[in-house]
Every structure is written in C-alpha cells, then in structure tokens.
C-alpha cells in the first residue's frame, strides 16, 4: 500500500471483486495491494480461509452446505474487522452472494441458513465488479491449488455468480481478453472510480507486462 496524507474521515465504501474461478481475481488484488493508497483495505477470500484452514470439502450435500454457511459468516465478518481505521474503500475479495453459486439447493435455504436476506445482503455493498472466468484458449488454468475446476466447470460457476449478483444496481461485468493487462486495467479503472478525490488523485503506476507476470506466478490468480 501507498502512503497517503489524506488524513480526513471518509464515507467507507464496500466493493466486491468477483468473479468465476480463474477469472484473475488474485492477481488484480495484488496489483490494488501494491497500487492503492492505504485507506483501501484488501480483505482475504473467505473461501481460502476456511478450506485452506482444512475445513472438509466434501461432495455430499450436508458438507457443502456446511461449508457455503461458514464461508458467509467467515465474509461477515471479515468485513466488520475491515471498517475500522478509516478505510475509504473496503474491497472484498467476494462477497456473501457468492455462496449461492456454490449452494446444492434452493435460494431460500441459503438465506434461511445465514438468517437473512438476499435485499439485506444487496444493501450491504455500494458496487460490484465481476471480473468473467477466461476459456481455456484464453489462459484459464490450475496454478492456484485450491482450484479444482475444469474450464468448463468454471464457465458454469461464474454464470451462476453472475445471476446471483445480477440485481445489484452498480454492478460492472469486467469481460475477458487475449491480453490480460486489458483486463486488469479496467478493473483499476472501475475501482478508482468508486474512491474519493482524496486519495483518487495517487498516480497509479502503469501495469506492465512483467509486473503482472510477477504477481500472476506468485499468486496464482490469472
């Protein structure tokens, strides 16, 4: 993170980076974390909290339902830890809708389960950007190890993670390129536009194509 001087309360603005697996999350979240003044806080993916922890990821119906409940209430509060401290943006590596694309069963189950709605989870975020999951002539590929999807697969759940987020009213649908730089890009372009002047006006250093190869074989995430 960037050293801002900016020293004034901000208005925090909750943004979620989504997408489908493979989709080059990890890598745009390490170029924010490079990029970005202090006052945006990058949260952790719920999702590699929980299995990375050795949560059980099992396929029958009782366990996947077990896990998308603890990933909601790990991204719950995940999310309270990160409005201390005077954030301007809180970007969140998904969100709790997420889980709907992963549930084995109806909508109201999952609501049900986590003890809330799908209105009072929409309210809790001020933009959504869903970066899509790339073909596999596109680079899709299993560098990260906890991604067990065939491109297929991924193609499937980030089509239903799309549907899950689609009533949201600032939502940017971030499609694939040849180029991911492209890609990247764009996304920072959206992002920058969601914070305040204050902390707008740091130069955001160009990304070039080394950079991004750097961050992209560390992590995992294109």
């Not at 801002?4 to 925090?12: K, S, T």
């Not at 933009?127 to 990260?144: D, F, K, S």
């Amino acid at each position: 993170m960037v050293a801002c001087e900016c020293a004034e309360p901000h208005e925090r603005r909750r943004v979620v980076l989504t997408g489908g697996p493979g989709a080059g999350k990890t890598a745009v979240l390490e170029l924010i974390r490079q990029s970005f003044c202090e006052h945006v806080k990058v949260l952790p993916e719920a999702a590699s909290i929980v299995f990375g922890g050795g949560f059980p990821r099992e396929d029958d119906l009782d366990c996947k339902r077990a896990a998308q409940r603890a990933i909601f209430f790990v991204q719950r509060e995940l999310e309270i830890t990160a409005d201390v401290h005077n954030p301007t943006i809180v970007l969140c590596d998904r969100g709790t809708l997420d889980g709907l694309a992963y549930w084995p069963g109806p909508m109201e189950d999952f609501w049900s389960g986590a003890k809330t709605t799908l209105a009072e989870q929409l309210g809790r975020y001020d933009a959504v950007i869903h970066l899509r999951t790339p073909a596999l002539e596109l680079g899709y590929n299993h560098q990260n190890r906890l991604r067990t999807e065939s491109a297929t697969v991924a193609a499937e759940i980030d089509e239903r993670i799309l549907r899950a987020w689609e009533t949201h009213p600032r939502r940017f649908v971030v499609e694939s390129a040849a180029d991911f730089l492209d890609k990247a890009a764009k996304t920072i372009e959206i992002l920058r536009s969601e914070m305040p002047e204050c902390c707008r006006r740091h130069v955001i250093p160009t990304i070039d194509a080394a950079q991004a190869g750097t961050v992209s074989s560390t992590s995992g995430g294109v």
